[in-house]
C-alpha cells in the first residue's frame, strides 16, 4: 500500500457519505492508502506541524472539496452577493498550498458549488474536477477512474523525493542533528536518513539531545 494524503474535512453531511465511501473504496482498490489528520492520524502537535509530517510520509495528495461555510449574506470586493456562495474547509487550501511546496503530485476534486482559492481553475498546474457529491456515484464514476489512474502513475516515491530535496537543501550539523537552511529547529538524522522524514529532537541535558520520533539519544558534542 502506498501512502497518500487525503484532505478532507473529518465531518460531512449523511448525504455525501455514501459518494465519499465509494471513492475511498476505489483508493483501497488502487492499494492507496490514505491519510488524514483527525480521521487515521492523532498527533499530539500542533495541526500545522502535524500536516507537514505527515506529508513527508506521503507520495501524492487528494484535495476533497466538501462544502463546509454557506454565505447567504455579504459583498466579496465591496460587491454584494446575488446568491448562497459554499466554501470549503480552509484546511483543504493550507493542505493543497503545502503538498504543492514539496513538489507532491495533487489531484483537486470538490464538489459543484464550490469554489474560490485552490478550486478556482488556472490556480493550480493540477488535476481540477468538479463533481455533485450528493451523487453516491460520483467515486467511481469513468473519468475520477481515470484521472485517479493518471495521477497514480506520477506518484512519487519518497526515498526519490527525499534525494532531490537533499540536492536542494544545504544540510548543516549541530549539535549532533540535522539543520536546514531558514529552519532554526534540530531534526534526528536518523530518521532522515533511514526514513526520510524530518523529525524535531529535544534537549534532554548539556551533552544529550533525544529524536521525538525514535527516542534515539543523540549527543551534542
Not at 97 to 119: D, K, Q, T, W, Y
Request: some cysteine.
Amino acid at each position: 500500500m502506498k501512502n497518500i494524503f487525503l484532505s478532507r474535512p473529518n465531518w460531512v453531511s449523511p448525504i455525501y457519505q455514501d459518494g465519499l465511501n465509494n471513492f475511498l473504496n476505489l483508493l483501497k482498490s488502487h492499494e492507496l492508502s490514505p491519510r488524514t489528520i483527525g480521521t487515521t492520524d492523532y498527533p499530539s502537535k500542533s495541526p500545522m506541524d502535524a500536516v507537514i509530517d505527515l506529508l513527508y510520509e506521503c507520495e501524492g495528495a487528494i484535495i476533497l472539496g466538501y462544502p463546509q461555510i454557506d454565505i447567504v449574506q455579504g459583498s466579496i470586493k465591496n460587491e454584494k452577493i446575488n446568491s448562497t456562495i459554499q466554501l470549503s474547509t480552509e484546511w483543504n487550501h493550507i493542505e493543497a498550498g503545502l503538498a504543492h511546496a514539496l513538489e507532491l503530485p495533487l489531484l483537486v476534486i470538490h464538489h459543484s458549488n464550490i469554489s474560490r482559492g485552490v478550486f478556482d481553475r488556472g490556480v493550480l498546474n493540477n488535476f481540477v474536477y468538479q463533481k455533485d457529491f450528493t451523487a453516491n456515484s460520483w467515486g467511481i464514476s469513468d473519468d475520477i477512474a481515470g484521472a485517479l489512474t493518471k495521477w497514480k502513475s506520477n506518484l512519487k516515491p519518497i526515498c526519490k523525493r527525499h534525494q532531490h530535496m537533499q540536492q536542494n537543501e544545504h544540510i548543516e550539523i549541530k549539535w549532533g542533528c540535522f539543520k536546514f537552511p531558514f529552519d532554526e529547529k534540530l531534526y534526528c538524522p536518523m530518521c532522515y536518513n533511514n526514513k526520510n522524514i524530518k523529525m524535531l529532537t529535544t534537549r534532554v541535558d548539556s551533552r544529550n539531545r533525544r529524536c521525538t520520533s525514535c527516542e534515539k539519544n543523540i549527543p551534542t558534542g
